[in-house]
């Protein structure tokens, strides 16, 4: 029998499979890939129990970070995270069905704020890696869903003024990219220019829109809801204690799972198809 070894040692909890690397005392510019974005891919579990692959792209020096998640249906999701400007950008490429006589794809953009501690810093995921590319990640915590009710829309050609992201990650939105009157207010308080905005419906009528699902006719406008989910991604920060060290010093990161169903105005049914199935 084997003398038990260092290597017999299981090797720790899933989570600490992640590492912060060098986060005390690394000097910047040292090394390969500063300026550069720094890419993560992990396996992970989407709710339904189904296995995808996402992207997690830090980016310290804009001090943003984006995560790109494939659902099985060929939806593309993506999520900007802009630390500077307090803006997270979400967009929903949806695959069209071209027998039903559908369009390519439909793109959706909603625009809400960053909080900053929804996700960890840029910096910190920068330096995130994995011991085991291979292993299927699942959220330690689920987030409470966030139901969200989109009654500004964004006007594109002054979407920078928002957040230099928007004009890559919504170029295919154009129409319909929406955010929040409270978001908006806070924005504004921070000096954005007012021009990027619109109320939506343009007409001020206050009518209460059917949901599109119940909505008879497919050229009226109807309350559209469209729901996704981010389903893995760092949220926090783990701290260890040592005894070599006085303080305790970041170890690793807490994942998360969240999902959001935004409410937003659509001026035809058929701008919903997704409502259509019962
Ligand atoms: C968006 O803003 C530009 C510049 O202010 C303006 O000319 C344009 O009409 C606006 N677009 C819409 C759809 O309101």
Redesign the pocket.
Request: glycine letters at 0%; zero cysteines; charged letters at 20%.
């Given at each position: 029998m084997r003398p038990p070894g260092r290597r017999d040692v299981p090797t720790a909890r899933p989570a600490l499979l992640l590492l912060l690397l060098s986060l005390l005392g690394a000097p910047r510019g040292v090394g390969a890939g500063v300026g550069a974005p720094a890419e993560l891919r992990v396996r992970v579990r989407l709710p339904d129990g189904q296995v995808t692959e996402e992207s997690l792209q830090a980016d310290s020096d804009a001090d943003s970070i984006s995560l790109d998640l494939r659902k099985p249906d060929g939806t593309l999701i993506t999520f900007v995270a802009d630390f500077k400007k307090d803006v997270k950008i979400f967009r929903a490429l949806i695959l069209g069905e071209l027998e039903k006589g559908q369009s390519q794809f439909q793109a959706l953009c909603f625009v809400t704020r960053l909080h900053h501690n929804e996700i960890i810093p840029s910096e910190a995921m920068a330096k995130l890696r994995q011991r085991n590319p291979r292993a299927v990640r699942q959220a330690e915590e689920v987030r409470s869903p966030d139901q969200l009710h989109m009654d500004i829309a964004v006007?594109f050609?002054?979407g920078a003024l928002l957040s230099p992201h928007l004009h890559n990650v919504c170029a295919e939105a154009l129409d319909t990219i929406y955010t929040r009157q409270e978001d908006v207010l806070y924005w504004l308080e921070r000096g954005v220019d007012s021009?990027v905005f619109?109320p939506v419906p343009k007409t001020s009528e206050q009518v209460e829109l059917p949901h599109c699902g119940q909505a008879g006719d497919r050229g009226k406008p109807c309350a559209c809801r469209y729901s996704l989910s981010l389903a893995w991604y760092p949220c926090m920060l783990k701290y260890c204690h040592s005894r070599d060290r006085p303080t305790p010093y970041k170890c690793g990161i807490r994942s998360c799972q969240k999902s959001y169903s935004f409410d937003f105005y659509v001026p035809q049914r058929q701008l919903c198809l997704w409502d259509e199935d019962p």
């Open positions: 006007n050609s002054q021009s619109e």
